[in-house]
């Protein structure tokens, strides 16, 4: 068991450009969920896999927001047209079943949008 | 899910036991009570999790009265590395998928 893994840990982009970032999970856990904290908050909900399907988002996950998981592996963030007010950690998690309230969080990548 | 309220922040010294209460007054039949853990620069980590009475592992203890309207984080012992971010988290067993975390409290341990 390594943990979840995310890269990168930091990015700083300019406003206006396309970041995406990364998330491997546990092996065999079949939930991904990714969450978005900003300073002295805790973490928000953006949205979760079961396996390769994306079950639910926030409403937090706007247009610019995409997110995919492909053959229910890893997982890809991805944020267009970068704004100011994206700069956040942008935290993965993961884990096997459902319910049970344990999830298992990588490093967070750490978004600095200039 | 229901909302939870806990101290912004606390403070203790080496070796003493802390008690961070935490009160979800809308708790559902359904709902359990998680505990996390969060460290500077790092994703939270689940400390615990229950039902009802007490709940003991060898990170904590926590406690909770028969309404269940609130809950008790004791952590045995604190030392430096327990400085952290501790988040109550109210939900229905069967459907936690999405945590909700609120702002959580700050604990400071002195040396």
Not at chain 1, 20 to 39: A, G, K, V
């Amino acid at each position: 068991d390594t943990g979840v893994s995310q890269n990168p840990r930091h990015k700083i982009t300019k406003r206006g450009q396309n970041v995406t970032f990364r998330c491997d999970p546990i092996s065999e856990h079949n939930r991904l969920y990714w969450y978005r904290q900003t300073l002295g908050q805790g973490p928000e909900f953006l949205t979760y896999f079961q396996n390769e399907a994306q079950l639910e988002k926030s409403r937090l996950l706007s247009d610019r927001f995409s997110a995919e998981r492909p053959k229910g592996s890893f997982s890809t963030l991805e944020i267009q047209r970068t704004e100011q007010g994206d700069s956040a950690m942008y935290l993965c998690a993961s884990s096997t079943r459902q319910g049970a309230g344990e999830q298992y969080f990588g490093p967070g990548t750490r978004l600095t949008v200039t | 899910l229901a909302k939870t309220t806990q101290p912004i922040s606390m403070d203790s010294y080496e070796g003493q036991e802390v008690n961070i209460t935490c009160s979800h007054n809308n708790i559902a039949t359904n709902d359990y009570i998680t505990w996390y853990q969060q460290f500077p620069s790092q994703g939270p980590r689940f400390i615990i999790q229950g039902y009802k009475t007490k709940v003991t592992n060898e990170v904590a203890s926590l406690f909770i009265p028969a309404d269940r309207k609130s809950s008790t984080l004791s952590l045995p012992r604190v030392s430096l590395s327990d400085t952290a971010v501790y988040y109550c988290l109210v939900g229905a067993h069967y459907n936690t998928d999405k945590l909700i975390f609120g702002t959580g409290t700050r604990l400071q341990v002195f040396p």
